[in-house]
Structure formats: structure tokens, C-alpha cells
């Protein structure tokens, strides 16, 4: 048995069933012994893993006592922190999109930019970011830290404006807030210490990690497809697909007729499978995948 360790954290919280979720697809079994747990099991003895606030991991893996950790790009921008970017996992919050921090106020305010919000009052979760944007641009503001509830402390005028993350930016719109401007985009980061990266094999574990997670969260979005084609209509079958490379093609047990399989974006399906039914298609079979890597 190794007596080799990788410290890893997760992020406790909005990621924290997202992450989950793609560990286990990867071929991890992750699992918390009770709610109140910050120490998650995994069927991986060379892995010790701790739930981290996402807004904390970024530091503890710059100071070394983790090795890696998942966080947001916001975070370890708002922690300002030295780490190894090792995997952008492309995904974010419970979905696999990206999220904006943006500048919002009032529609009722008529404000078109930043400058207009000279010696307002901004609140925000990501306060560093925030100072650092006005900075930037020339504006003076009083940035204060806020818990959340945003939406409620600028419609009640406790502050003049809020930077917020938003995915669609339909909760602003619902409460009468304009977004001005965007700070800053994130993803979900797999980000490793520099000296921890530095060491021969825990950099290739985590890099191990970072492929069954970045070909979990691929195969996502995408399904297999399996069918039997005659071999006088091929032709018209493969000018419908719309392969990740090149489609499988074997031959059957009857001469005339062959098996096709392929890998497609999963959206694309409900238009595709008719077509190739009437393009002469049968046996058409649509299954889930685990793990697509490139």
C-alpha cells in the first residue's frame, strides 16, 4: 500500500454537489459519513480530501497545507493567490456555465457606467476585485463587504450599487436592477500548490485527477450513438453525423450490413436520430457516456 498523500479540498457549499457529482463519473466514490462531516470519504487511499468554504481554498493551497483544491476563478482572483492553474473544469455552480460578477444598480437610477457612481456607496461579496475595478477606472466608492442579500440592500437604497455574480442575470432583471459592466468571469479552477506541483508524483496524480474529471465533465454534454446501415446507404448515414472524430465502422454477420457507432453533442440528437432513420438507419440506440477524453 502507498504511503504516498495527496491533500485535495473541496468546496463546501454552491459546488459542492456539482463537484461531487463529477468525482464519481470520473470514477471516484466520494461520499460525506454524515451532513455535518468536513471529511469526505474516497475510494482513493492516496487522496485525503477536506471540505473547504470556496472562498478559503485558494489560500490554504498557496500556503501549502493543501496540495490542490476546486475553487472559482473569482476566488483565487479576489484572494490574489499564487497557485498552479492545473485544469480549468469548465464548470460552474450547479451547471456547466460560465459565471459573471457584474456591476448592478436601479433601472430606476439611470445609470450607464461606472464614473457616474463617484463617491456612491457598492457592496459586494468580492470587495478586493471591486476596489481594484474602480481603481482602475478613476472612480471613487466606498466598497463595503456584504454577506448577501444584495438585491435587497440596494432596492431599500442602503447602497447606491452591487457586483453580483449572475449566470443569466434574470434575478437582477426580476428586481428591477440594470447591469452596467462585468468584473470579472469565472470557472471552476483545479488549482495545485506551487512546491506540491514541484514534487514528481503528486503532480502526476493530480494530473491523472484533472483528465477523468475534465472527461467526466466532456461527456456531459454528449451521447453515443449506436446503428446498423446498410452498406448502399453509408454514404447517406455519415453525411449526417456530425462525429468527434470519425464515426466506428464494423462489419456484420450479414455481409450487406454494417454497425456504426459515434460519439455526438447530446442536443443535437432529437434532431439527428430522425434523419438517420430515414437516411436508413435501424437499431438506432442513444446511451449515456461517463467519460470522453480527447
Do not use: H
Not at 180 to 194: K, V, W
Not at 199 to 204: E, G, I, N, P
Request: net charge positive; with cysteine; aromatic share 6%.
Amino acid at each position: 500500500m502507498s504511503n504516498k498523500i495527496l491533500k485535495l479540498g473541496l468546496p463546501k457549499g454552491s459546488l459542492q454537489e456539482a463537484t461531487f457529482k463529477m468525482f464519481r463519473k470520473a470514477g471516484f466514490n466520494v461520499n460525506l459519513p454524515s451532513e455535518r462531516s468536513y471529511f469526505p470519504s474516497i475510494d482513493d487511499p492516496e487522496i485525503e480530501a477536506v471540505l473547504l468554504r470556496s472562498q478559503e481554498m485558494s489560500r490554504y493551497v498557496e500556503d501549502g497545507a493543501l496540495d490542490c483544491g476546486i475553487t472559482g476563478n473569482d476566488w483565487i482572483l479576489e484572494n490574489k493567490s499564487d497557485v498552479i492553474r492545473v485544469a480549468d473544469l469548465a464548470y460552474a455552480k450547479q451547471t456547466m456555465n460560465k459565471v459573471r460578477w457584474v456591476l448592478a444598480v436601479p433601472e430606476s437610477l439611470g445609470v450607464k457606467s461606472a464614473k457616474q457612481l463617484q463617491g456612491k456607496r457598492v457592496a459586494t461579496e468580492l470587495v478586493n476585485v471591486t476596489t481594484e475595478y474602480f481603481k482602475k477606472k478613476g472612480v471613487k466608492v466606498e466598497v463595503e463587504f456584504s454577506w448577501g442579500a444584495t438585491e435587497v440592500k440596494v432596492n431599500s437604497g442602503l447602497v447606491d450599487a452591487i457586483v453580483e455574480l449572475t449566470e443569466t442575470g434574470r434575478s437582477l432583471r426580476a428586481n428591477k436592477l440594470a447591469i452596467i459592466d462585468t468584473l470579472c468571469e469565472s470557472t471552476t479552477q483545479f488549482i495545485a500548490n506551487r512546491k506540491s506541483y514541484q514534487d514528481k508524483w503528486k503532480k502526476a496524480k493530480m494530473q491523472e485527477i484533472a483528465l477523468l474529471l475534465n472527461g467526466a465533465i466532456t461527456a456531459e454534454a454528449k451521447v453515443g450513438l449506436k446503428m446498423n446501415v446498410k452498406k448502399a446507404d453509408l454514404k447517406k448515414v455519415l453525411a449526417i453525423l456530425p462525429a468527434l472524430k470519425n464515426p466506428t465502422i464494423s462489419g456484420l454477420s450479414t455481409g450487406d450490413w454494417l454497425a456504426v457507432e459515434t460519439v455526438i453533442d447530446e442536443k443535437t440528437v432529437r434532431v439527428i436520430i430522425p434523419k438517420l432513420k430515414n437516411a436508413g438507419a435501424t437499431g438506432i440506440i442513444e446511451y449515456p457516456l461517463n467519460k470522453v477524453i480527447y
